[in-house]
């Protein structure tokens, strides 16, 4: 019955039916709302054709006709005030009271946006000083989707903050509101749309997703169902046909008391497609908004997109973008707030997304960030401390927005570092003097050498400058700061604001960290280096380095390094060695133009890795999968102690084009892999690993391990005479 009622409902819609002949307003116009100062104001709804509507506001008087049922007036911009009376007259005459001029601000994101002043600290005596007859709250949470832009948020209202109404409404949101409105003396409205558990990707509108590339899969998948295209013309036509035939043959089945028929599918274009899909929540809580006019957006979201490192990044400008187009507002401030510590397992999901949060803030200049990772609870994902949130919001709005060009609004930010010695000086923007928040030493820096390897670090401040030194990393390259979601931060500026996480330096290249981390590479010679996240340019091997033209002597020995890094730090390497096998234009990556492929043994095997399982030694023998092929799993070579049965190190390749891509050496005495590249063509979703797979298929087939990694690079190497 359920999905009756929506799709009946869907088709009311896609129809724009109207049933009352009287003049009507979307729910976010009622009695008590705030309108935006100072800027042009749109006041719209429904009527019947031709009907003249006219809209009056302190003093102020505009009119408009109904054109297929919808009207709109638009208003000069007014100073901030009220109360005032707005009248909107046609056939009959609306009256709506209590209405003020001054500030009005979206909340939006996910579960602790949403969560509410009655479960934060201290609630029962926060509830009670809510009584702020200019602070007014509309609470948009419907906790629908829908497939289209939907026009009103119906059966919702205004209402005037009390202790009644607010202890239901968003906690971050109303002490946003509390600290502008007294610090400015401003009317403030807020706006609260959000729905726990979400992603962003149902908050952002299909033009949003257009605007990065890397969302082009997103954009693609939506571009058929918008309105106006040809898919969505002839879905629609079908779903109503579909809709109506349904319809008479459920009331014959109801007139003659037999069982109502099932409703049918609705086409692509108009099938619901939930709370997790892309645009829905836009839809529905967003699009009727969006000729209301509003100074800008609060945002605390992102529990539910952790793990997807600067991906994320991506999506919140895909997100930024599509509002302030819709809006109508290019400049919109957009002010969200940075995770707080909580365990999600892996620790590197969450650092990278405060890593991507913190890269969208400092590539947008409308936006700011709020960090809270002093006020977090790693054991519960909404730490209840929701005060401090919207008091760091309102910070920035206070700042930017509203003229307190004084205040220390933003965190601790890295602006710079330099390498002195067995020193690494960080200086930080957003401070003039850095300190601790408990008279501690600062917490939770860590310096690294050319081995990547993270030790504990000593940090001497001094104005806006950290000074790092540590025992254990006599030449440091790299710095990290709280690299872990298991932290209480105390490093703070002026302000008590706390400095969020961020790492910086650099490593020199691969091929220069090759020889500390392996000397005996010293004796050999760079053939090939290559990226295995950018390894193919069609069907030719993409090389970074291809020096096989100049090294024309006679091979003697044949070597592979393998450079691996993670977005913690942790850095993983193998070194290979054999007697030649090939000539030097085939050693390389694999391609379908060397016309021959490689499942032998290879005599005279060294290994030396820092990966844990992985021996390390001189061997007789070992063997080499350079496939460019697709393959499979038969051990049609006969490699001692290979499965037929799982991809391993006895495979067979099984066509002569470019395919899926073999690039293994193995240890098979050893019964193991030393480095697989496999899958050349998938960029980060490339099979990369050192050592056995600890998955179904030792050799990383089928693993797409590429994405754990964030700098890749192989180096092949020969020696000649």
């Known amino acids: 019955m359920k999905r009756s009622t929506m799709l009946l409902a869907a088709l009311c819609a896609l129809a724009g039916v109207q049933v009352a002949a009287d003049v009507r307003l979307p729910g976010i116009l009622s009695d008590n709302m705030v309108l935006q100062r100072d800027t042009p104001l749109k006041i719209w709804g429904w009527a019947d054709d031709g009907e003249e509507v006219t809209v009056t506001l302190n003093g102020q008087t505009a009119k408009a006709t109904a054109v297929k049922g919808r009207w709109e007036v638009g208003l000069n911009p007014m100073p901030a005030g009220g109360p005032y009376e707005l ?139 918008q309105p106006g295209t040809d898919t969505y013309k002839k879905d629609t036509a079908e779903g109503i046909a579909a809709i109506e035939a349904w319809v008479a043959q459920a009331k014959l089945a109801q007139a003659n008391e037999w069982p109502i028929p099932d409703v049918p599918d609705l086409p692509g274009a108009l099938r619901n497609r939930g709370h997790g899909a892309p645009s829905t929540l836009y839809n529905n809580m967003i699009a009727p908004l969006t000729n209301y006019a509003v100074r800008g957006a609060l945002w605390y979201q992102g529990e539910a997109n952790v793990g997807e490192g600067m991906l994320y990044r991506d999506k919140m400008n895909a997100l930024v973008a599509s509002w302030r187009k819709e809006f109508n507002n290019p400049k919109m401030p957009f002010y969200f707030v940075q995770l707080a510590p909580y365990n999600y397992g892996d620790p590197n999901r969450l650092v990278s997304l405060w890593e991507a949060q913190q890269a969208f803030a400092d590539g947008d200049e409308y936006a700011g960030m709020a960090v809270i990772n002093d006020i977090g609870n790693f054991r519960d994902i909404h730490p209840r401390n929701k005060r401090d949130v919207g008091y760091r919001l309102a910070l920035l709005a206070l700042k930017r927005d509203y003229g307190k060009t004084d205040l220390v609004a933003d965190s601790p930010a890295y602006q710079s570092h330099e390498v002195k010695g067995n020193q690494l000086i960080v200086t930080m923007r957003n401070a003039t003097k850095l300190s601790t928040s408990d008279g501690q030493p600062a917490r939770y820096f860590e310096l690294a050498g050319a081995d990547c390897k993270f030790y504990p670090a000593t940090a001497e401040l001094n104005g806006n400058q950290i000074t790092l030194t540590s025992p254990q990393v006599p030449e440091p390259l790299l ?243």
């Open 479 to 721: 710095m990290r700061f709280a690299w872990t979601p298991d932290i209480t931060v105390n490093l703070v500026n002026e302000n008590k604001l706390p400095a969020g996480s961020f790492r910086a330096g650099e490593l020199p290249p691969v091929s220069t960290l090759m020889k500390g981390l392996v000397p005996e590479t010293a004796d050999l010679q760079i053939a090939y280096r290559f990226n295995p996240f950018d390894a193919l340019n069609g069907s030719s091997a993409n090389y970074l380095e291809d020096n096989s033209a100049e090294l024309t002597g006679e091979l003697t020995k044949v070597g592979y390094f393998v450079y691996l890094t993670e977005p913690s730090g942790k850095m993983s390497y193998a070194f290979v060695t054999m007697d030649p096998f090939a000539t030097i234009d085939k050693i390389g990556l694999p391609v379908a133009a060397w016309g021959e492929q490689f499942q032998k043994i290879v005599k005279n095997l060294t290994v030396k890795s820092n990966v844990d399982g992985v021996k390390n030694g001189t061997f007789e023998d070992g063997n080499i999968e350079f496939f460019f092929s697709n393959y499979g799993a038969p051990n049609s070579a006969n490699i001692p102690g290979a499965s037929s049965n799982s991809f391993d190190f006895g495979d067979t390749p099984n066509s002569r084009s470019q395919g899926y891509g073999s690039f293994q050496v193995h240890n098979y005495r050893e019964k193991q892999t030393v480095f697989a590249f496999n899958n050349f063509s998938t960029r980060n979703n490339c099979d990369l690993g050192i050592g056995n797979c600890p998955n179904e298929n030792s050799d990383w087939t089928f693993s797409r391990a590429g994405s754990k990694y964030n700098r890749a690079e192989i180096i092949v190497l020969v020696q000649t005479k």
């Open 87 to 225: 009248t909107v007259s046609g056939k009959n005459q609306l009256k709506l009271g209590n209405v003020m001029l001054g500030e009005v601000w979206i909340c939006s994101g996910q579960s602790n946006m949403e969560w509410r002043l009655n479960g934060v600290e201290n609630a029962r005596a926060e509830i009670d000083q809510a009584n702020l007859p200019n602070v007014r709250l509309f609470n948009g949470n419907t906790y629908r989707a829908s497939g289209s832009p939907q026009a009103d948020i119906p059966g919702r209202k205004w209402v005037v903050c009390t202790p009644q109404t607010a202890a239901g409404f968003s906690a971050v949101g109303y002490f946003f509101g509390k600290f502008v409105n007294e610090e400015t003396k401003l009317p403030v409205g807020l706006i609260s749309v959000n729905w726990g558990g979400t992603r962003i990707e149902p908050w952002t509108s299909y033009y949003g997703f257009t605007t990065q590339k890397t969302l082009e899969g997103i954009a693609n998948q939506l571009r058929d169902i």
